[in-house]
């Protein structure tokens, strides 16, 4: 990933800033420039808390190259607690642990280094939750 695309993203990847819809108030991630429920304007950014639950979930055990440091890892497909779903790494759990419906909240983390480079990005992760469970319904 180039230097000036991670600067660009680090809003979104390190405190999970979407945007909310000024239309419908869909809360979107990561963020669009038009809203996918409406169709109208989303510019108005949107701190989500970080909280979710584990929606799906699979173990890559061959990485892409540039993931091999943390074969096998865990990817999750995660609900927001304000709604959207979004694919992120699971750490601080061992594959035999995660379950549907599992709590969690996000941490940042390095994602990988970039070769020759030497940039190191971070981004979110995903961790069992030390929050209450979320309210079911």
Not at 18 to 40: H, N, Q, S, T
Not at 63 to 88: C, D, H, I, S
């Amino acid at each position: 990933m180039s230097v000036p695309r991670n600067w660009r993203l680090q809003q979104q990847r390190y405190r999970l800033i979407g945007e909310v819809c000024e239309g419908c108030g869909a809360k979107i991630f990561p963020p669009r420039d038009v809203c996918p429920e409406c169709e109208a304007p989303a510019k108005t950014p949107f701190a989500f808390s970080g909280r979710g639950e584990v929606y799906s979930y699979s173990t890559i055990y061959h990485p892409p190259r540039g993931f091999e440091e943390f074969a096998p890892y865990t990817v999750a497909l995660v609900k927001l607690e304000e709604g959207p779903m979004l694919t992120a790494q699971l750490t601080d759990v061992d594959a035999d642990d995660v379950c549907i419906g599992m709590p969690v909240e996000m941490v940042t983390r390095k994602i990988q280094a970039c070769g020759d480079s030497g940039a190191i990005i971070y981004g979110y992760k995903f961790r069992p939750s030390r929050f209450d469970p979320l309210p079911s319904g």
